[in-house]
């Protein structure tokens, strides 16, 4: 059966190369001090998204981001490797959202798509790591939902069978059409960046990222209609502003503190039998392993 498969997809800052300047004044992170990455689950989930594209004919992906407009590069890494289209949620009123205000912006997105069969994304995200939001777009649409994904194994009969993680183990299940899926990042690694993709798309713009009339490569947007993005606001989606952005945002961060745990003593050992009996002894009085 053709599927229409929407892939929820951030662009993050990387937090793997954290520096002093990684943190404001004010607690919140410094993105411009940060390279901006596709959020690594969600990479992941676009893997298996593709994987159900070529499984089943006629269907199609597309890329769902919120942020601002350098973020339409996140649906063109979509579209470079096997995606069809993106939707870019972009306005200041979008801004400053968590993870309450981010889902009901993705569920008002998805509901204007419309038809949906999978909604599909990555457990979490790398600089928040509440796994919240695939859950609450699940809970505005209710849909179904499946969470801590490693396969999705078929779709057919209008149920898809997954693979997923549990404590202990791994369990199949069967979710009815249309459903809710959050893939961890021990899934399937996305497939590279196709060169003739890349050639294809390396101009797609969303409105806002668009060069200047009359300067180079203008002209190819009237020529080529796939390269302008989706490109949305809270009013094209209909959207309460009181629901998006700081405006529908619960959670507020008090302080992030940068800790550096020190040793207030230090003990040199020898690879004696004694001197490591003696250290195991220690730290079974102390109560800190056993």
Known sequence: MALKIVVLAKQVP??????????TAEGTVNRAALPAIFNPEDLNALEQALRLKEQNPGSTVGIL????????????????RGADTGWLLTDRLFAGADTLATSYALATAIKKIGDVDIVIGGRQAIDGDTAQVGPQVAQKLGLNQVTYAEEVLSVKDGKATIKRVIDGGVETVEAPLPVVITVNG?????????AK????????????ERPAEGTAYDYLYEQR???????WSVADVDGDVNQCGLSGSPTKVKAIKNIVFQAKESKTLTASDADIEGMIKELLDEKIIG
């Open 186 to 194: 021990s899934a399937a690694p996305c497939r590279p960046q196709n």
């Open 65 to 80: 981001t919120m942020g601002p407009p350098r973020a339409g590069e996140i649906i063109r890494q979509g579209l470079y």
């Open 225 to 231: 209609p796939e390269l302008t993005l989706n490109q």
């Open 197 to 208: 993709l890349v050639m294809k798309y390396k101009r797609a713009t969303c409105p806002m």
């Open 14 to 23: 990387d937090t793997r190369n954290v520096g002093k300047d990684a943190m």
